[in-house]
T-cell receptor, first 112, second 112 residues
Framework: RKEVEQDPGPFNVPEGATVAFNCTYS??????FFWYRQDCRKEPKLLMS?????NEDGRFTAQLNRASQYISLLIRDSKLSDSATYLC?????????????WGAGTKLIIKP | NAGVTQTPKFQVLKTGQSMTLQCAQD?????MYWYRQDPGMGLRLIYY???????DKGEVPNGYNVSRLNKREFSLRLESAAPSQTSVYFC???????????FGEGSRLTVL
């Protein structure tokens, strides 16, 4: 079983709709969580951190569900420019080291 | 505002040839990373450097070597390229222990 799993998609969504996708993680002790956005043939870029209390940035809302061990990303009023692959990252801290574990990404396509 | 700079952006090698991917960051970050990204597999860590003078193996280190030349530069060397090393390579940097990574634009390597 992969440590961090994402539905690869693609999610095909009409412009203006709301879309949400999840990322599940296997280590209950994982402490930090992030969403990255990666445009086609480009580098990943940090979208937002995921706090225990949730995090909202404009049309984007990220939430953490520790009981069920997943994080979610919700995009409201989707734009054509939101088309991208969304990667989740989980950080596990072990002794004095930390490890970033990446999901394989969920592809989102916004259609006009 | 250069951030993380990788060279070359594209390279075609024949099996058995060697090459070095260069990476430099100007954000005074301690941590630097080399990842490879293959379709459907997400980012896989090749090597990691927590600080100048230290390097650690990641998930897929076989066939690669790295050098943390100074705080700014972290190079990745393929001593004898194999077709299985055809991939997109990303260099990244961050402050130690954070999930906010800054990526270079990527190096697309094809091994024939």
């Amino acid at each position: 079983r992969k440590e961090v799993e994402q539905d690869p998609g693609p999610f095909n969504v009409p412009e203006g709709a709301t879309v949400a996708f999840n990322c599940t993680y296997s280590n209950s002790a994982s402490q930090s969580f992030f969403w990255y956005r990666q445009d086609c043939r480009k580098e990943p870029k940090l979208l937002m951190s995921v706090y225990s209390s949730g995090n909202e940035d404009g049309r984007f809302t990220a939430q953490l569900n520790r009981a069920s061990q997943y994080i979610s990303l919700l995009i409201r009023d989707s734009k054509l420019s939101d088309s991208a692959t969304y990667l989740c990252v989980v950080i596990d801290y072990m002794d004095s080291n930390y490890q970033l574990i990446w999901g394989a990404g969920t592809k989102l396509i916004i259609k006009p | 505002n250069a951030g993380v700079t990788q060279t070359p952006k594209f390279q075609v090698l024949k099996t058995g040839q060697s090459m070095t991917l260069q990476c430099a960051q100007d954000m005074n970050h301690n941590s630097m990373y080399w990842y490879r990204q293959d379709p459907g597999m997400g980012l896989r860590l090749i090597y990691y450097s927590a600080s100048e003078g230290t390097t650690d193996k990641g998930e897929v280190p076989n066939g690669y070597n790295v050098s943390r030349l100074n705080k700014r530069e972290f190079s990745l060397r393929l001593e004898s390229a194999a077709p299985s090393q055809t991939s997109v390579y990303f260099c990244a940097s961050s402050e130690v222990g954070t999930g906010e990574l800054f990526f270079g634009e990527g190096s697309r390597l094809t091994v024939l």
